[in-house]
């Protein structure tokens, strides 16, 4: 809907006790114009117009994302009017050379046709319960997001304490994964032992002599010792056995937390990505807002350069304003020049037709000074038609003159109107200024708000940089650790090579045992061959030392009773010492099983470890991705940072070129009150000396007419008195044609006269 601007009244800041008092005025004056708003709904402008006629309005329309005309559009047109942020504008149409009708705009538009606004305090207690209403939605919208980031920001602080209790999980199992191989390496050195001890075992019972046997006998101690030790390490194999089962069982907790961390990661994946979404709707307002920024001020400095502008043009306008009144002045002079000329020539006229009237009166009485007269009457004619002429061309000229003034007074009243459309737009664009200062302190809030934003953002990714570095020097002392541990299994190692070692020396000991045993058992025959040769030699001298020999052959019985219960003990540990190798192999094949078991429990712990470290591989490999994506994003955010921080020095740089620009125009724009004061001071100057000048040329018209009344009636007589003249003239010539007959008739009786007057002298 467009509808003529008519003449500003009133221009006023938004609010409800305003736009009802406004209201309230306009009603009560029967006011005949229109009412307009104009504000920002956030980066939209809305404009709003309501015609009014009689104080009551009969057409609105109402412009912002959505338009709206008549009846919709007044609640809108309020709610814009009750904002502290809206211009209010009140237009009248009701002055001097006002030709606007606003029946015709209501025929023109009839689709924005309202009935009357109505109850006005009704609607704008709906429009402030409507905002209320807003309000609060936006508030409850305000809160829900923020209970959104808090469970955001308790979601993630669980997500890390989730991981630090795998991390933790993952140094457990490391540590019991070192156990099982200290259990292995354990269980190997032990098969080895028992292999050593079979060895030992069936080298001894190779062997047949008593040292052999007092051999074995040890070695049944060393057996038994080592059975012993079997039955510990039995033991600790089941519970070992039971530290695997509670590990299988730990195992399958934490694939299950794993499972979970999987599902956590997702989500937070999902969580990464909602913000990097908003980091980019972030990043897309902020370019949003540079480039309303860059386009307000291309608008602005078109419209500074418009305005510079029309100042040229309002200066070039003075200029010839001036010249039309220096030209006005010049033109005055020479009108009062020629009036002054045509009241000479209407006193010259007056006085020769005075003249003229004295000369025919002296025509009547003098008839012998006609000639002199009908010259000088021919001479007063042809004057007459040059001053008639000169009249008819001073009337033309006059008329133009009315003419010419009446276009300038047409300029210079279209001139007032340019000048008051132009103090019009200066005030209009000090609003949009005003509202373009607003919306770029608007803007400049919702920056500090967004920066506010990023160094809460900048913050948290602070305080997510600090958790991984302790995570980071967590990992570094869960290495430390490991390498300590590390250093334990070498030290455990080396424990074990220095009891290999210590083994293998008991091995080569015991070969030399055997070596001694077997060097004893060929002493034992060279004595027994020695006995046997001394039992030849005493047999020999048995005769000899018979008793000697009985009573050797006592100690010998004694021996062989010795021996005998000796080689019984033998016989029996013998027994023992099989039946001892018979468990011992049952041992070892219950042991054989349950190595075969724990072998494919190992295999299983194998495949549950290989599982395990392809989940902890693609664990990392997610947290390598979940680290580098933060990285990106850390890295994009202080990209964006910086380019925030960029945005913010070039909006500070431009907020300095738009308050110097600002302060300029505050300069021109008290440059152009003073203008505007003088051009109003000039005008009204020119307006009064226009009116006095009207009236003085109304007055000189009036005189000029009747002065033309009376030119016409001295024409009228001048005609009579030529008419009479030409009369005259004719009676004239008459008479002088009579006065000449009666001279000639004169002559001729002057002549007879004569010739009498000579005939009588020669008559005498």
Known sequence: MEVPPGRVERIADGGAATIRSILEELRAMKFNGLLKTSVFRGDVPSEGVLVLRDGDGVLAEHRSSVDLAGRPAVPEILKDATSSRAQLEVRTYDYGHSSISIEQLQRSYPDASVDGIGDSDALLTQVAAAEAAEREAYTRDLDVRRDQEKSLIEREEELYRRKWELEQESQRSGLRQRELDALRSELAAVKEAS???????????????????????????????????????????????????????????????????????????????????????????????????????????????????????????????????????????????????????????????????????KLRAEAAKVDKHAEAVEAEDAGLDDRRDELGRATKRMRQVAKDLTTRDRKVAAEEREARERQVDVRRRQRQIAAHAKELERRERQIAQVEEDLSANRNRLKDHALKLLRAERAAQERLRSSDSLERDLAKREAAVKRHEAALTKGERSSEATAAKLVERSDALEVAQEDLRSQRTAMEQEAHVNRSELERRERDVAAKERALAVESDSLESLRATLEEQETAFLSDLQDIESRKAALEKAEADIEQDKAKLEKRDDAIARREAKANEDQRRKLATIDAREAEVEELAASAQGSEQTLKRRAAELDNQEAALQEREARLDAEAKRREAAAAAQRKALEDRGAKLAEQRDRLNADRATATAARSELKAREAKAKEREARAAKAEAELERRKREISRIKEGLKRMR
């Open 195 to 361: 292999a050593l001890i079979m060895q030992r075992l069936e080298a001894r019972n190779a062997s047949e002599s008593v040292e052999v046997e007092s051999q074995k006998k040890l070695l049944a101690m060393e057996s038994s010792r080592a059975r012993a030790e079997v039955e510990a390490q039995r033991k600790g194999l089941a519970d070992r056995e039971s530290r695997a089962a509670s590990i299988e069982r730990e195992l399958a907790v934490r694939e299950t937390a794993l499972h979970d961390r999987e599902a956590a990661l997702d989500s937070r994946d999902g969580s990464f990505d909602r913000e990097r979404k908003q980091a980019n709707e972030l990043y897309s307002s902020l370019q949003e807002e540079t480039e309303k920024i860059t386009e307000a001020r291309k608008l602005f400095d078109a419209r500074l350069a418009e305005a510079e502008q029309r100042e040229r043009e309002l200066n070039l306008r003075e200029q010839s304003s001036r010249e039309w009144e220096g030209k006005l002045r010049d033109h005055d002079a020479s009108l009062a020049e020629r009036e002054a000329a045509l009241v000479d020539r209407e006193k010259t006229v007056a006085n020769r037709l005075k003249d003229l009237d004295g000369q025919a009166a």
